[in-house]
Structures are given as structure tokens and as C-alpha cells.
């Protein structure tokens, strides 16, 4: 009994530090975000410490756990020492403190440092399994899934969902040190399984339907000798700051102020349901010590917006790239891998101390012509069927001083670039710049760089951020983000410009009591909707205030409170302010073989414009930030009970009430009623 309460406190320590971190990534974001790989990488670093002593004390740098100051300082301390024989010897080097210490303490061990090479028999040294199943669906009934006559599905036929409104997600996975496999099988809300639901469908389809939607499979070997990382079937790769490729989810602006430098990962096993940005095919990765090399290949197809051009329907084209991942409909089947995507490349990279350069370059080609909207602002979006990226980065540190940049041309010639510096005056202090430079021409449909925008492009910024922690438990940051395009937008139809501040002070005593109190603002320009003949531009602003307590008033029981006010105006004299409150309880069990979490949101906002986002608990490898304004109350619990050492189920029930709204949604998903229930269910087996 004593061994189990030490594992499932141990477990969910590190699982509480990961969900902290992940909530400061995701707090300061407006969209659903892919985080599950992220999450996953971490509870395995957590499984799988970092000896100090080691080779692999970069990985803490990619999950920013350890600062770049603090990671050559304990590189400089090996050096002097020879090596660590405690890890309690860390919190006592410059730039760390105790709790820093804390942060990355369930992700360190001091061993001896490894010796002699990785045989064959190693790779299913201390090899776990688990397997995952999760269930969900919206209670209520929404209008795509009202079953009607065959005659009426044909003459709308994609006003109707063919599949049930149930989401399943099914994962194995088979991991030990330098081996990790496994395979994901999805079917979102509305997608057919086994059943559909008008099979006189079959007549517009192009072709059947899958069993299962979505599926999945990797297979992972690292760290056998020169070989770093083989990668068999799905993948992503992360190279540099994300302008010349990163194909899964970056950091951006956060209250994480200073960490606007990316430490890739370089090569990562898909084991996400993202179904579209990915890679499927192979990638290797080989050490020869001070130069690594990276070598792939992928294959695969995707889903896209096909068009004919001739009678016959032997010449088509790709009007747009779908990426929701959503095959509910006739069309959106009809969407789906259609265009074939293929990606051939290489990354080099030399290390010559505490400077690193490195260089990328691929080739991506398609079956089939990508055709650029007709509308203006879409003027400079990549049209082909091929194109050619080249990259080169730099990195390195020097008497307290981090310099990074990335430049990347694409074959029709754009260029794009960014730099940055980060300072660090002393151990409490933290001051970086980053300045970007991202034409409109710049044509990269794998670049996940830093950005106002949603990729890097039609783009110029520099980002100014400052942290210190100028008392014990007292922490102030603060950024500057000014911005301007240089071309057209969406909504904007002429060249503009806006500016982000944020500034946050928080305190921190122990784990019992943890607040802060925020301020951020946004002002930008968009279209103003009373010009009539000629578009003309108006300033707008968005500002936020939010006071946040986290505070353990009994042994097993934590609350946390949030206040947070919203105010949205725009010049022309259109303005909406908003309120949102929420209380939640969570209680552990003594033995913490039980969380259970109850939160109550209370919401006030006038549309929405002025709308606000909360991050939520959820289960395992799902996130919730969803997006409240209009006025009502919003609840959720979750339970998250450890059956047995092997077993843990989680449980999640949501609901939400309008107080001013009959109907919920438009179009196939509207809802008639103001209110809107979500169950989730899940099951972790592990041996």
C-alpha cells in the first residue's frame, strides 16, 4: 500500500506540474489547439528522467523547464565537478532557486553517465504499454443529425450528418527508453462508423467510406549510437524557430514573456489526431557528434477542395487545403485525401561550442495544381504544384547573452527572417527582443514561426519582453509586441498596423497560495463598417483585467477564483464590455488516488466581440479552452479516479445555459434551446 501512495503521489505531482506549464502556454490563446503530443512528451520525460550527467539535458530546453542561462550553467558546474552526484546540488548554481528547482525536479536524476553501446536486447529494456479509449458527445440533438426522408437528403444532401454524434478515440502505445510505437484510431462527432445513416449516400460519393475515419501508426528507435532518431510512419519534425518547418504546435505570446525562443525537438512521432498537418513516410537522424544530420521522406494525402477544369474531368486543380479534419457531410467526404503530398528533404546542423548553425532545405510536390483565390488579398498565396524551401539558423550564448535567427526563401523567391536576443543582467532578471520580418510572398505551408498572424507571413513585428523576480515570491512580467502588414487581410482592405501589451505581477508563496493580477491590451486595425463607397480603416481595442487565486485552505482541497473583465471598442464608436467570474474546487483524495474537479462560470458580455477565453481541466490529453460571451452560467466536473495501479478512468460532464438565446449555433450544428451538455468518458489501461 505505501508503494502505491508513493507512485500516485510522485504520478501526480508530475502531472500537476505539466498541466501548470501547459496552462501558462495555452491561457493566453483564442484557438482549439492540438496539445496532446505536448503533454505526451513530458509525462514520458517525467517516466524517463534526464541524467544530468548525460547527453540529453537539451531536452529540458524544449519544454522550456530550464532557461538557457541555467541549462550552461549546469553544463559549466559538470564541467568544474566532473560530475553530479545529487541532484539537490542544481538549486544552489546561479539562476536557480528553489522553486525553479521545484519546476524541474520530477524530470532529473544524477546517474553515472552512460557507457558502453545500446545492444538489441536494451530496446525492451523496461518497456510499458497503455492503451487509451475515449468516448464524448453534445447531449442535445443538433439540426444535422434530424434523420429525414431520402428524398429530402438528396435534395440538401450536405444539410445532413451520415454518422452519430459520437466522438471515439481509441490509442496504443508500447514505449521504453529507445523504443516507442503505437497507433490512434479517431471518429469525431457526425462521422460515420460501421453505420451510416442514408445509405442511398453512396450514390455522390467518390468513393467508400472508411471503417475508421482516422488512423494512425509510428514506430520510434533513438539513441543507438550514431543514430539519434529513426522514424517509421507518422511524424512530425520541428527544425530552428519554426520559419523554415515546424509542422506541429509552437509557443507564441503567453505570460511566459521571455520565452519566445523555440529549442526544437527536430524529429517527433505523431501520435496526435491532427489529420492533415503531419508527415507519413520515414525520417532519420544521425549524430556524428559536433555535425548532426536529418534525412526524410513523406507520402501521404490530404484532404482538399478539388475543382475541374474540363468535361471529361482529366485536368483538375486544389482550390483551397482543408484542415479541420471533419468527413461528416458529402462534401467534406468528398474532400477528403484527395491530393496527394509529397515532402523530400535534409537538415544539417553543426555545434561548435555554445554556438549552433544549421541549415534545411526540402522540396514539396502535389498531384494536382494549388490555385490561389481570385480575391485581392489572397493575391500572394502559393499557387503550383511544387515548391522548394531553403533555410539557415543560427543560435549561441555568451557571457549571459542567447542570440537566435532563422532566414528561409521559398522557390518563388520571398524571403523572410527573424532574430532575437535574450539578456540576463543577473539571476532575476530576464530581458529578450525579437524582431520578425515575413513578406507577403513568402509561400511556406510548413512554417509555424512566431507571429501575430496565424503563420509567418504579410508580417513585420518586433517583441519586446521583461521578466524579474525583483522580491522573494513576487514575479513581474511584461511585453511589447508592435506589428504592421504590409499588404491586404481578410476584413482589412488596406495595409496596417496594431500593438499588444501585456503586463502581469504575480505572487507566489508555496503551493498554498499563488495569485496574480493582469492587464493586456490589443489595439489593431480592421475595416470600418460604415463606409459605404470606399473601405476605410479603424482602429479597434481589446482590453482584458484579470485577478486570478489559487489557495489550499485544507489538506485535500484547493480553490481557485478568477475575475476577468473585457473591453472592446472601436473608433467609429461600437463598444462591449464584459464580465466573467468562476470559482473551482478541487479535492484529492489523502492518497491521491482521486481528483475531482468542480468549476461554476458565471458570464455577462454583449457579443461577441467582447468574448473571453478560460482554459479547463479535461481528461487526459484533451483541452478545453472555450469561448464564452452573450450572458448565462457555464459548469463542469471532472473526476479522475486511479482504479488500480494498472487502470485510471476520467470522467468529465459539462453544461452550459443562455440566458437570452433560444437557439444555439447555426447551420448543421445549431441546437434548438439555450442550452448546450457534454459528456466525456476515458480509460487508461497500463502494464
Known amino acids: 500500500m505505501f508503494g502505491l501512495i508513493g507512485f500516485l503521489n510522485a504520478q501526480e505531482n508530475k502531472e500537476a506540474i505539466i498541466e501548470k506549464a501547459l496552462e501558462t502556454i495555452l491561457e493566453n490563446t483564442d484557438e482549439q489547439i492540438e496539445t496532446s503530443e505536448l503533454f505526451e512528451q513530458m509525462l514520458e520525460l517525467a517516466d524517463h528522467p534526464i541524467n544530468l550527467n548525460g547527453d540529453e539535458l537539451f531536452r529540458l530546453l524544449e519544454f522550456k523547464l530550464i532557461s538557457e542561462q541555467q541549462y550552461f550553467h549546469i553544463l559549466e558546474y559538470i564541467g568544474n565537478v566532473g560530475i553530479i552526484r545529487n541532484i539537490q546540488e542544481i538549486q544552489f548554481l546561479d539562476g536557480f532557486d528553489q522553486k525553479s528547482f521545484e519546476v524541474i525536479k520530477p524530470f532529473i536524476c544524477a546517474e553515472e553517465p552512460p557507457s558502453g553501446k545500446v545492444k538489441f536486447h536494451d530496446l525492451f529494456y523496461g518497456v510499458r504499454q497503455q492503451a487509451f479509449f475515449r ?27 451520415l454518422g452519430s454524434p459520437a466522438k471515439y478515440y481509441s490509442k496504443y502505445q508500447i514505449k521504453s527508453k529507445h523504443l516507442k510505437a503505437g497507433f490512434v484510431l479517431e471518429k469525431d462527432p457526425g462521422e460515420v462508423l460501421f453505420t451510416n445513416n442514408y445509405p442511398i449516400a453512396e450514390e455522390l460519393l467518390n468513393k467508400a467510406v472508411p471503417l475508421f475515419d482516422f488512423s494512425s501508426i509510428h514506430l520510434s528507435l533513438s539513441n543507438l549510437g550514431i543514430i539519434q532518431q529513426l522514424i517509421i510512419g507518422d511524424y512530425h519534425m520541428q527544425f530552428a524557430q519554426g520559419l523554415t518547418m515546424w509542422s506541429n504546435f509552437s509557443f507564441g505570446k503567453s505570460s511566459e514573456v521571455t520565452a519566445t525562443k523555440r529549442f526544437a525537438a527536430n524529429l517527433i512521432p505523431s501520435s496526435s489526431t491532427i489529420e492533415n498537418n503531419f508527415f507519413r513516410g520515414f525520417a532519420l537522424h544521425l549524430n556524428f557528434g559536433k555535425p548532426e544530420l536529418v534525412l526524410f521522406y513523406s507520402n501521404k494525402n490530404r484532404d482538399a477542395n478539388r475543382s475541374e477544369n474540363d468535361e471529361d474531368n482529366q485536368l483538375w486543380s486544389v482550390s483551397s487545403l482543408q484542415n479541420t479534419g471533419l468527413h461528416r457531410t458529402i462534401n467534406e467526404l468528398n474532400d477528403r485525401n484527395v491530393l496527394n503530398e509529397q515532402v523530400l528533404g535534409s537538415r544539417i546542423s553543426f555545434k561548435l561550442g555554445r554556438f549552433e548553425i544549421g541549415s534545411t532545405a526540402y522540396k514539396s510536390k502535389w498531384d494536382a495544381p494549388l490555385l490561389a483565390s481570385g480575391d485581392l488579398y489572397k493575391k500572394f498565396d502559393f499557387s503550383g504544384n511544387q515548391n522548394g524551401i531553403l533555410g539557415f539558423d543560427y543560435q549561441g550564448f555568451v557571457n549571459n547573452i542567447g542570440l537566435y535567427g532563422e532566414w528561409s526563401r521559398s522557390e518563388n523567391g520571398g524571403q523572410a527572417y527573424l532574430f532575437g536576443f535574450d539578456f540576463y543582467p543577473d539571476s532575476y532578471t530576464k530581458f529578450n527582443i525579437l524582431y520578425r520580418n515575413y ?18 507571413k504579410n508580417e513585420k513585428g518586433l517583441y519586446v519582453g521583461f521578466s524579474n523576480s525583483f522580491l522573494p515570491n513576487w514575479e513581474l512580467n511584461l511585453y511589447l509586441d508592435f506589428f504592421r502588414f504590409d499588404w491586404l487581410k481578410s476584413n482589412v482592405c488596406a495595409p496596417s498596423h496594431g500593438v499588444d501589451y501585456f503586463a502581469q505581477i504575480t505572487f507566489n508563496r508555496s503551493e498554498n497560495l499563488q495569485c496574480y493580477l493582469r492587464y493586456k491590451r490589443k489595439k489593431k486595425q480592421n475595416n470600418s463598417p460604415f463606409d459605404d463607397w470606399i473601405d476605410d480603416l479603424e482602429l479597434e481595442s481589446k482590453e482584458n483585467i484579470r485577478i486570478d487565486f489559487s489557495y489550499k485552505v485544507l489538506e485535500n482541497f484547493r480553490f481557485k477564483s478568477r475575475a476577468e473583465w473585457v473591453n472592446f471598442k472601436t473608433a467609429s464608436g461600437q463598444k462591449e464590455t464584459g464580465i466573467l467570474l468562476f470559482q473551482q474546487i478541487q479535492y484529492t483524495l489523502p492518497n491521491n488516488a482521486m481528483n475531482l474537479y468542480f468549476r461554476c462560470v458565471n458570464f455577462n458580455t454583449d457579443g461577441y466581440d467582447s468574448r473571453i477565453y478560460t482554459y479547463e481541466n479535461d481528461v487526459l490529453y484533451a483541452f478545453s479552452i472555450p469561448a464564452f460571451y452573450d450572458r448565462g452560467n457555464h459548469f463542469y466536473f471532472l473526476l479522475n479516479y486511479h482504479l488500480n495501479k494498472m487502470m485510471d478512468c476520467w470522467l468529465k460532464f459539462g453544461h452550459t445555459f443562455f440566458h437570452s438565446k433560444s437557439l444555439i449555433g447555426s447551420g448543421t450544428e445549431l441546437i434548438d434551446g439555450p442550452a448546450k451538455s457534454e459528456f466525456r468518458f476515458q480509460l487508461r489501461f497500463k502494464l
Do not use: C, W
Open 135 to 161: 468516448y464524448g458527445r453534445v447531449i442535445q440533438k443538433k439540426s444535422g443529425y434530424e434523420t429525414v426522408s431520402d428524398s429530402a437528403f438528396m435534395s440538401q444532401p450536405n444539410a445532413h450528418y
Open 439 to 456: 513578406p507577403a510572398n513568402y509561400q511556406n505551408l510548413f512554417a509555424n514561426a512566431f507571429a501575430e498572424n496565424t503563420g509567418p
